[in-house]
């Protein structure tokens, strides 16, 4: 196997740590991304039917019930 380094933001590698375990490398953990891309379609048109007017107003609702706990 071929190896190549690379170099990255800081951020970047944390974000990547968090799913590295002591039996994936950091190469298998990107890979893991490039195989989950196809399976992702299947959420395609999932909140096509959703009622965002009722989301709107239960998310105002939250906001303001934040706020009033904060006064």
């Known amino acids: 196997m071929t190896s190549i380094n690379i170099s990255i ?30 399976d992702i379609m299947k959420f395609f048109g999932v909140l096509k039917n959703s009622n965002w007017d009722e989301k ?8 303001n019930s934040f706020n009033n706990k904060l006064k």
């Open 56 to 63: 709107e107003k239960n998310m105002k609702d939250l906001r």
């Open 9 to 38: 933001k800081k951020e970047a590698y944390e974000f990547l740590e968090k799913f590295k375990t002591r039996d994936k490398s950091f190469s298998d953990v990107i890979l893991s991304f490039k195989k989950d891309k196809k």
